[in-house]
């Protein structure tokens, strides 16, 4: 058989894996690109700049050969583009340690904040845009008009801000807003990554409830003013689909309500899914503040530390990590939205 026979013969989930997957790679290297040229022609000197004023001169030039600065713009690029491809980010000169270590530390704290607020934005979103289209010109309707203008236009950070104020320093009711758990509580072993699961798996229920309070605020910022944008899709999509056709047949034919909804909110999945995709790597560059607000010690705050620093290798390799990141979960949601729809072609 030749190749396209034996593409034809796979079952069409797999061809859409395997085509998406091919494409990642032009894409991969578009960013590897765009990433090395915007450290790289930042004005100033990057050895400088992570040495600071008093550094002598040998510690420069020392510096600029160890990060590969004395070579031309081509050898520098053919020199970190193979360093990639073996996973060799370079080494932080902060924290001593090679960049793809201190990213795989911190990845699984970033992953499960924005992975529950993701699960709770879906929850308030739907929610909210269901009640407001059966139930018209009702309190829930109007309170969500409100809400979905209110949500696009706060910031993030002062949301965070906001319930740090509220629920930690007046009614004392949420934890201090310091890492992922208590100081006096010993993290669970690792399995996951997410202190929640792995917590549950140890029977750590003293980790678990720990890991579970410092989530409550850093989610729920996130969700906040996520869930608006959302909302206001869901609910313009869901009441064409249930203002629809077959929508009055269904009701004509004697179903219940409840299918009804359910049969309209299928039927407006493919763009739901669409945003929710956008959403989850959009939550990913909003983590930057929510973390460093509250001092979760993930790829945001490290994000942050790095500029702050002038830590080249560690900024490049964190955006080098979101952007795959990123097309990872756009490649997830292409082979949903064809899941969901099989006449749509994307």
């Known amino acids: 058989m030749t190749l396209i026979q034996y593409w034809r013969v796979l079952p069409r989930p797999l061809r859409i894996i395997a085509g998406r997957l091919v494409m990642i790679v032009p894409q991969m290297f578009g ?19 992570m040495l600071g004023n008093m550094a002598t001169e040998e510690q420069i030039i020392s510096l600029r050969e160890k990060l590969g600065l004395n070579l031309s713009l081509y050898d520098q690029f053919i020199q970190y583009a193979g360093n990639v491809l073996h996973g060799d980010l370079g080494v932080s000169p902060f924290t001593s340690n090679p960049v793809a270590v201190d990213l795989l530390e911190r990845a699984p704290a970033t992953l499960e904040l924005i992975t529950y607020a993701m699960l709770l934005t879906i929850l308030i979103g739907v929610t909210l845009a269901v009640i407001s289209v059966v139930r018209p010109r009702g309190p829930i309707d109007y309170g ?29 009711w949420a934890p201090a807003p310091f890492g992922r758990v208590d100081a006096m ?39 906040i003013v996520n869930a608006g944008a959302l909302m206001k899709m869901t609910k313009t999509v869901f009441a064409d689909a249930y203002r ?73 390799g964190f955006v080098l990590v979101a952007a795959a990141f990123i097309l990872v979960v756009y490649l997830i949601v292409d082979i949903l939205y064809e899941l969901a729809d099989p006449r749509i072609k994307v």
């Open 244 to 316: 629809s056709e077959f929508i009055r047949h269904q009701r004509a034919c004697g179903l219940s309500e409840r299918t009804i909804v359910r049969s309209a909110l299928r039927n407006s999945l493919p763009p739901i899914i669409t945003l929710v995709g956008f959403l989850f790597g959009f939550l990913l560059g909003a983590a930057v503040l929510v973390e460093t607000i509250f001092s979760w010690g993930g790829l945001g705050q490290y994000a942050v530390q790095a500029v702050i620093n002038s830590d080249y290798p560690a900024l490049q």
């Open 31 to 49: 960013v590897m690109l765009v990433t090395f040229l915007l450290v790289r022609l930042l004005p100033g000197d990057p050895a400088l700049l």
């Open 144 to 172: 969500s008009r409100v809400y979905g203008l209110a949500a696009g236009a706060i910031p993030d950070f002062w949301v965070g801000l906001l319930l740090i104020y509220f629920f930690f320093y007046v009614l004392g």
């Open 185 to 223: 509580v010993t993290p669970p072993p690792t399995v996951t990554g997410f202190y929640t699961i792995d917590s549950l798996l140890a029977g750590d229920f003293a980790a678990f409830f720990s890991a579970l309070g410092r989530l409550l605020l850093p989610v729920l910022t996130l969700a």
